[in-house]
């Protein structure tokens, strides 16, 4: 049998080729999406990552964007990687009731470039880690000791907390004022941890009223709507 063809208007074929077009279109962006899912994501440390194994910082050497300079891998010990920094309990006899023990890149270059690193935090009954940010990391934390209280503020001035005891986890984002405060009638303990091998530390009070040279009168005062004796008061109690 034979079949004859029949050729397609001009209209038909338009429409064929427009389906056709489509067809390639959606199955490009199908395809692009599949890859973009395949594809190995970034990491998620606040550092850059490392590129080698190890790089224990040489603290003598200048920083640079991926970290302190390299120690010599002959140089390299066991003991570079152990720190034992929070073996002990950290003195609290201050105006804050509170010592922060930290384990970063400075104390232990270890981690450099590794992107982390660990504060121990001691609290007396009624001592606070006050009201501070980390410009270069996010913060989570676990209560080992005692009754903690844990809050942060969000940049639409939302004030979240909670109550923590023994075995008790939480998270602050990156860069937000937060704080930890002992409530219980014992001393108290927690551990937090960063994903930056040196996040930082940007302490309210201190920042503001310890600075040197000193933040001007007039933009304090205007800042927290007091007047000049206020902020002198303040600034005596930092140092200022």
Known sequence: MAYKTIPLSSNRQQDSIHYITDTSLMALLVLYTTLLLLLPFPSHSADPDPLQDFCIADLQGTPSLNGFPCKRATNVTS???????FVQEGSTNNSFGSSVTAGNVLAFPGVNTLGISMNRVDLAPGGTNPLHSHPRATESGVVVRGKVLVGFITTGNVFYSKNLTAG?????????????MNVGQEKALLFTAFNSHLPGVVLASINLFGARPSVPDDVLTKAFLVEKKVVNEIRSKFGG
């Open 168 to 180: 008790e986890m939480f998270v602050i984002p990156r860069g937000l004022m937060h704080f930890q």
């Open 79 to 85: 003991d570079d990687f152990f720190f034992d920094g």
